[in-house]
């Protein structure tokens, strides 16, 4: 309920009926209530936020790698939001509701610098996963130097865990310690960086890979 401080033809602080009355600086004011708006989201709208919940949820999981690795296409955007921007064109299916990442169609690196030749990844003892490709030096820019991105994604714990820069190209194999994975489904990935840092491969998926 309202006060008044001044009589009837003085200022007043609080509700009266549809009017809030107050004093800021010494001032007396008087404003309308506000009217409290119901909002119903339209599919439209729905798909909208399931669809970006989905990629962010992912790209937030790398989000320091992909600093570094959508730097070339991160145009006054940063990394993670380059991602997220390409899952959302490329690799979001389904039909409203109920949409999913194709992780296949995922990209968690992206440039120019040419990727291996036929990459694999096979779960190995000891929560290891080993990862290995044909060695493809002097394609383009490639150099038997460059440096392997090896990436694996559990999405049951929504965590990833990945490497910069291990393995060089020429080495035609490297491996990555999925201890915080064990007994879990991941979605692997690999790509390349130039020794300089200055360029980079589009990322190649490796396939589902079950932790042992």
């Given at each position: 309920m309202g006060k008044f401080e001044k009589g009837i033809l003085g200022g007043f602080s609080g509700k009266v009926g549809t009017v809030i009355g107050g004093n800021w600086k010494g001032i007396d004011y008087m404003r309308s209530r506000s009217r409290k708006r119901k909002f119903i989201a339209t599919d439209k709208q729905l798909a909208v936020q399931i669809r970006f919940g989905l990629a962010t949820k992912f790209a937030n999981s790398m989000g320091k790698l992909l600093q570094l690795t959508f730097k070339d296409y991160a145009v006054e955007q940063t990394g993670i939001n380059s991602c997220v921007s390409y899952i959302l064109k490329d690799a979001i299916i389904g039909i409203f509701p109920d949409f999913s990442i194709s992780y296949p169609n995922v990209l968690?690196?992206?440039?120019?610098?040419?990727?291996?030749?036929?990459p694999t990844a096979v779960a190995a003892a000891g929560s290891m996963v080993n990862f290995s490709w044909t060695n493809n030096s002097g394609v383009g820019i490639a150099k038997p130097t460059d440096?392997?991105?090896?990436?694996?994604?559990?999405?049951?714990?929504?965590?990833?865990?990945y490497t910069t820069g291990s393995a060089a190209r020429s080495a035609l194999t490297d491996e990555l310690n999925l201890a915080g994975f064990t007994g879990k489904p991941v979605e692997t990935y690999i790509g390349f960086i130039s020794e300089d840092g200055l360029n980079i491969a589009r990322s190649l998926y490796t396939g589902q890979v079950t932790v042992s």
């Open positions: 968690v690196s992206r440039g120019d610098l040419p990727n291996v030749l036929a440096k392997a991105i090896l990436v694996a994604y559990c999405p049951e714990m929504n965590g990833a865990i």
